[in-house]
Structures are given as structure tokens and as C-alpha cells.
């Protein structure tokens, strides 16, 4: 069946029938607007869109997966301000050819990935258009805690990262040259493993700067150091490159430094440290704040791309 | 210059410079988040997105009008809860050839219609994508008061409207038959003037449900009426059919009462008051809920469209 077919309420009935709701939904879908719970009286917000070609290819990633992928990109930015989760809002543009199941299936992905930090998806749209389009926003709640921006390294401070970079990047180019192993990498790229409770946990623990790295590591650590007014040095050596990362790049032609230190879609955290911080479970030091501006490696510029542009 | 020249960072560089932040702002664009005040510890949240050739034309509407009718539709939601906007984030795709100034005006709609409520547009997300689709989430405040929400209409209950229906999708019409005029029709199409103090007005007031009137007012009272298992009779006699609409219509070939009745794009409220109720100003009475279920006009089914089905 066709999302044509069952019409716009038709489908909403059936996307909203497979979601559940965690105790921070005041009002679920179904009325004008959500009513969710934000005990601090404070709300952070973030919107992150995917668009299909650009973002993701239904050929490289079922409709679940890239649920998943959508609610992460997005949880990522909250937990990156120190914030817990606490609800989800999509706005779904679809192929009116689209089938329902696949739009079901999206729905398990993103409700999944929001329930395995204690979100829900509570509301959001649906339309047909020409480009699937998936728009989701994330609210989070600071539980009294000042938000962590990327405007508070200092000089002195460490640089440390959570979660694994570079391996959605392989697994991105892997797909590309129409390969479809090694498994590790092209899964890393299907399916974000988000350190989630490391945002708030780094939060309590006297983290200055925080960012989710979504347009690659130099290049996000790059957002921090233009915001704070500082310079960021990373070392080489606190990156590993994993034997199958090894493989691919030597296969592919590819330095495995750039997917490690220029990829992003793999959503690991990158924050600063006071200098004497006992650094917390699931973070580790890559490098140090100075002062100045910009970020280099080892001292000297990163000879290889920057980031990634969505118009270019 | 097109946005591809710019780049996604440029493109959003000149669309927050073009914005202002109102009180409830605690932390702007720029971050991974925004932080927005939630001072009763619970925030309203609700999203629409706007596909162009589906919900809009840009051969038809200016892209400053445009933002004003995305950010519209989307504050509209929350009133309807009888909350106050607060803040909108937005996620916008656009083809990478459109000219960033055409960015830039519906950025400044998109900023205008929020700050009319007191609201600022916080943050948001940009990509390429070959359709042109805006998708705008709103967040707002209760005061301390519970949401009003579909489901309370009790028999006996009045039924009110705040605003005008039938304007926009009469403008619609008009446009679609390849005219220009009547400007107040094509002018209540391309913009809409949505009641927004009416909905926390009749929260204040004892409203027993409220809906926004987004899929025309039959379809829409029709939701309250399921949601709240009471029946709804709507007095035709409450319309009254302005010159310009009773011209166009007769033009046209259409009843007005199919505008009047079906037509959605105005954003009025429609709201169920306890039947001693002395109406807020901006309200007028349509209206009487009964026992039952189902929408009627004057006692009978109305024999027109049920309203917008945005997959059909």
C-alpha cells in the first residue's frame, strides 16, 4: 500500500499507533501541538534535516536505520549541550509512491533510537513531496545545569573526545565505490553509535566547551575554537586506526587520518576539560587548548579536507 | 549570488544576522542547541512543514510571505493549545540554484510573524535538496494553565470562532484559476491573519477545546467532535459571505459556503465554551454541541468537500 493510498491521517494513524510515550510526555500526538515536560524551566532545541541523495540513499540504509540515524543526529545536539533528551518532532516529506511499510519501519528506527536515551517521538507532520525529506527536532532538559556551549575553552584545557570517529566516514566512502563490506564500517555509517550519556555526564563534571561532530572532528573542534577565542592542538597518536579501517583505506587510497579526523557522521562528542580533570568513563584526551586561533595536529595544519559543505 | 555560492555556512551567517531575540531566548543560534525560558516547567511543541508546489507557489507568494504563512501555521498550533509562542526553529531545504536573497526575505517572514507573538526563531537546520520544503517547529508556554485540547467539548457546550475562514482558500481559488483579484482574497491567501492573543484568551476564559482551523473548519470541528465523542451543529446563519468573496464566487462557479465551511489555510480558532459563557472579544458564536457524533450544518450533513488531504 501506497502512503498515497492511505492518505495523510491514514498514515499518521498508523505511525502514531506504533510509538510509545515515556513519562516526560505530557500530551502525545494527536491535538495541535505536544505538551512536554521541562523541569527546568528551561528547554534546549535543536532541528537537523536529512534529505535523500544528500544525506542518505535508500539503496545503502533500510527505512529503520535510517530512522535511527535521524533521531541520533539530532539527540546528539542536545546531549552535546549537556542536556538528557526528552522528545522528538518529525516532519516527514515522502514520495506519494512511497509504501507505508517502509514509512512504518522509519517510525521503529526513530522511535528506538529516541527510547534508548528516554525521548519519545510526540508529534510532527506528514506531506508528499517529490524528495524524502525527514526533519526532526529534539528538546532536552538541563536539570538546573548551565548549558555547555562551544564558547567556554581556555587556554590549558584538555581536549577530549566519546564515541568513535572516522568510522561512518569509511563506511560512507566504502559504500560509494559500490562496496558493501568491511561490515564494521559500512554498519558505523547505517547506524551512528551515539555516546550519549556522555554529554551530561561530562556536563557534571565541569566540561568549558562541548560539540557534537557531525561536519568532522578538526572542523567542529574548529567551531569551538572560533567560538571560545582559542587554539586547539590535537595529537596523531591518541587515534588508532582499527585493522578493518586499515584494510579499507589501504584498498581505497584513502589516508584512514582523514575519515578519523575530517569525518563526522559517526556523532561523537568533542569537549574541553579544566586541566586537572580526572576525565570521566568514555572520554579520553586527544589534544590541548592554547592560546591563539585554529586547529592543528601535531602542531602544524591537517593536510586534508575540511568538513563537508550540504550545498556543495 | 545563489546559496551554493555562499555555502551552508555562509547562507546561515546572512540568515541570523537578519534576526532578533526576544526575552525568552536564553541561548540563540550558533550552538549545537538553543536554550529557550519554559517558565511553567512544560513547553507546547508542534511542527508543519510547507512542500513548495503542494503548500505553496513561488510564482504565487513572495518569499517574505512565504515565511510569514510557515510561521504562521506553525504558531497557530500553539495558540490552539492556549499557550503563547515562544521560540520556532527551522529546517529548510532549497534547491541549491535559488539566490540566497530570496533565503534572506523568507528568513525576515519567518522573523516577523514570530516576533507579532512575542516569539524569536532560535536555531534550525539548512540543506540542498530539489524541492523546496521548509519545516517550522514552535515551541510555547501555559502559564500554569492545563492545555486545552481537543477532547473536552461537553454537550450543551457553545461553539465559537475567532478569525476568518474561507479568505485564503478563496484566494486560492483565484490564483488557481489563473486571476489576481479580489486583493483581499489573494492578499488573506498569501498571508494569513491568524487571531494568536484569541487562544490563550479563551484558555483564560474556561474553553473546553480548541482546535486550529487548518484543515477547514467542518473537517477540523469534525476532529474535535471524535476526539471529544460529542456531536457538533454548526448555524450557517453565522457566516455572513463578504462582497468580495460573493463576487468571486459567482465568477467562479462556487458556492462561498465551500470556502466559508471547508476552507482551511486562515488559521481561525475554533474553540467550545461552557454554554453560560460571555465570548471573549474576537469570538462569535457558530454553533451548539450536542450528544452524538458528527458534524452538521443547520442539522444536516453539508454537501461539500470534508477538507485538504495533503497526499491526495
Known amino acids: 500500500m501506497s502512503v498515497a493510498g492511505v492518505g495523510e491521517f491514514g498514515l499518521i494513524d498508523r505511525v502514531t499507533a506504533r510509538l510509545s510515550y515515556g513519562s516526560t ?5 494527536g491535538d495541535d501541538a505536544a505538551v512536554v515536560a521541562a523541569p527546568d524551566a528551561r528547554v534546549v532545541a535543536s532541528t537537523d534535516v536529512l534529505v535523500e541523495g544528500r544525506h542518505f540513499r535508500r539503496d545503502w ?20 549541550m549537556g542536556a538528557t533528551p526528552t522528545a522528538l518532532l518529525v516532519a516527514l516529506c515522502v514520495p506519494a509512491d512511497l509504501s507505508t511499510g517502509w514509512v512504518e519501519e ?7 533510537e529516541a527510547a534508548s536515551v528516554g525521548a519519545s517521538v510526540v508529534g510532527g507532520d506528514m506531506s508528499a513531496s517529490p524528495t524524502l525529506t525527514i ?20 587556554p590549558g ?8 570517529t572516522g568510522y561512518a566516514a569509511a563506511g560512507y566512502t566504502v559504500l560509494s565505490r559500490g562496496f558493501r563490506t568491511p561490515r564494521l564500517l559500512v554498519e558505523a555509517y547505517r547506524r551512528p553509535e551515539v555516546p550519549y550519556p556522555a554529554g551530561p555526564l561530562a556536563a557534571r563534571l565541569g566540561a568549558t566547551a562541548m560539540i557534537d561532530v557531525s561536519d568532522g572532528l578538526l572542523a567542529d573542534l574548529g567551531h569551538v ?3 571560545s577565542g582559542v587554539a586547539v592542538d590535537i595529537d596523531r597518536d591518541a587515534f588508532e586506526v582499527p585493522p578493518q579501517m586499515r584494510d579499507a583505506a589501504q584498498a581505497l587510497g584513502v589516508d584512514p587520518y582523514t575519515w578519523l579526523l575530517a569525518g563526522g557522521d559517526d556523532h561523537a562528542l568533542a569537549a574541553t ?9 568514555g572520554w579520553r584526551a586527544i589534544g590541548r587548548v592554547a592560546e591563539g586561533s585554529g586547529v592543528t595536529v601535531d602542531g602544524s595544519p591537517f593536510d ?5 559543505d550540504h550545498f556543495r
Open 61 to 80: 540504509s533500510g527505512a529503520y536505520d535510517i530512522g535511527r540515524r535521524a533521531a541520533a543526529a539530532n539527540l546528539a545536539d542536545v546531549v552535546a
Open 25 to 29: 510526555v505530557l500530551l502525545g500526538p
Open 135 to 154: 526533519a526532526v527536532t529534539a528538546l532536552g532538559d538541563l536539570a538546573g545545569r548551565p548549558p555547555v556551549t562551544r564558547a567556554g575553552a581556555r
Open 273 to 281: 576539560f579544566p586541566p586537572a580533570t580526572a576525565l570521566p568513563e
Open 157 to 164: 584545557d584538555l581536549v577530549a573526545l566519546a564515541g568513535r
Open 106 to 112: 522509519l517510525a521503529d528506527g526513530l522511535g528506538a
Open 225 to 227: 575554537a572560533k567560538a
Open 304 to 308: 586534508g579536507p575540511a568538513g563537508w
